[in-house]
């Protein structure tokens, strides 16, 4: 995985996390990689990947089953799309919106390309 300046290595895997369980490569209900065997598969210290894991569990993402592992939490995919959809609607729709605006781009003109795009 390449990291990116500006964001928490562990934010950053738990973003690639939370990409794999809405995809479905990591179902609800199903086990997830062991601490250990994800640092090494990632290239850092399991104590990264341990807070990655304390941060899910604390959004109710996955779940840990002492003694078994860690699971994707059964609502995990509707938690992470409700967040990702209010981060849209609150951080990312009003800097789009601005830069719109600021480069003089009309709703029209906005609505033309987004069906273009869709078609």
Known sequence: MEFQNGK?????????ITDKVVSGEFPAGKKI????????????????IMRTYSELQAM?????????????????????LEGKRE??????????????Q???ISA????KHIEKINS
């Not at 990689?33 to 990632?42: D, G, I, K």
């Open 60 to 80: 109710d993402i996955i779940e840990n089953q002492r003694g078994i592992g860690y699971f994707v939490n059964e609502n995990a995919p509707k938690i992470i």
């Open 108 to 111: 029209t003109e906005l609505k």
């Open 102 to 104: 600021l480069l003089g």
């Open 33 to 48: 990689p062991s601490v250990r065997e994800l640092a090494a598969e990632m290239g850092v210290n399991p104590n990264t």
């Open 87 to 100: 981060e849209f609607f609150n951080q990312v729709l009003p800097e789009f919106l601005k830069q719109a």
């Open 8 to 16: 928490s290595i562990f934010l950053q895997i738990a973003d690639s």
